[in-house]
């Protein structure tokens, strides 16, 4: 398996209040994701990351931030959790990006804001 | 909105009988990719079709490629048990320029021993 650790796995928090996710590889890939997935819209994504300090937004980035301050970490941030991000968030990664294709995904973590 | 759609959005089959689920996406694409996800856990990566290839192996798993009707289907052949998961199919449309792995919404295959 790929060395991908998401932390926190599971948090529960209330409106308003910020929370930060951490996606952390061993595996030394350049390119990381992340998702959220929700029933009936699959996953989507959020932000990613083509090397440090490089970050781009995916298609629902509102309301959230991305750090990657050196390879093997890929912070995400949301600055004033709101109910509507209650999800499953997932951190993937892809050592060359499109051309090559595979994502690894991690274990993923359960967001619950009352 | 997504770029892929699964369909059936469930299924359900007899141990040993095959499943396909089918992925239509909207605008041309450098690959197309299939993932497994069991529940409560992250997605693992089955089998990649570029969109110069029209059928593509790997063990029990048949994957073609359309990309005149913009839809590719993945068959799993003589299913068991353990295939039991949900089944997404992920593209990178060339119009994107970068690296952006688009999803459908999956189908939930169970497999009944």
């Known amino acids: 398996d790929a060395g991908i650790t998401q932390s926190p796995r599971h948090k529960v928090t209330e409106t308003g209040t910020p929370v930060t996710l951490r996606c952390h590889q061993t595996e030394n890939h350049r390119y990381m994701y992340w998702y959220r997935q929700d029933p009936g819209h699959g996953l989507r994504l959020i932000h990613y990351s083509y090397g440090v300090k490089d970050t781009d937004k995916g298609e629902v980035s509102d309301g959230y931030s991305v750090s990657r301050s050196k390879t093997e970490d890929f912070l995400l941030t949301l600055e004033s959790a709101t109910s509507s991000q209650t999800s499953v968030y997932f951190c993937?990664?892809?050592?060359?990006?499109?051309?090559?294709?595979?994502?690894?995904f991690g274990e993923g973590s359960r967001l619950t804001v009352l | 909105s997504q770029q892929g759609e699964e369909d059936p959005q469930a299924l359900s089959i007899q141990e040993g009988e095959n499943a396909t689920m089918n992925c239509s996406y909207k605008t041309s694409i450098n690959n197309l990719q299939w993932y497994r996800q069991n529940s409560g856990r992250g997605l693992v990566h089955l089998i990649l079709?570029?969109?110069?290839?029209r059928e593509k192996h790997s063990g029990r798993l048949r994957v073609t490629l359309d990309t005149s009707k913009k839809s590719s289907s993945l068959l799993i052949t003589a299913s068991r048990a353990a295939d039991t998961a949900s089944y997404f199919c992920?593209?990178?449309?060339?119009?994107?320029?970068?690296?952006?792995?688009?999803f459908g919404t999956g189908t939930r295959l169970k497999v009944l021993a």
């Open positions: 079709i570029r969109s110069n290839e």
């Open positions: 993937a990664i892809s050592e060359s990006g499109l051309r090559s294709g595979e994502l690894f």
């Open positions: 992920a593209t990178v449309p060339t119009t994107s320029g970068t690296y952006k792995y688009i």
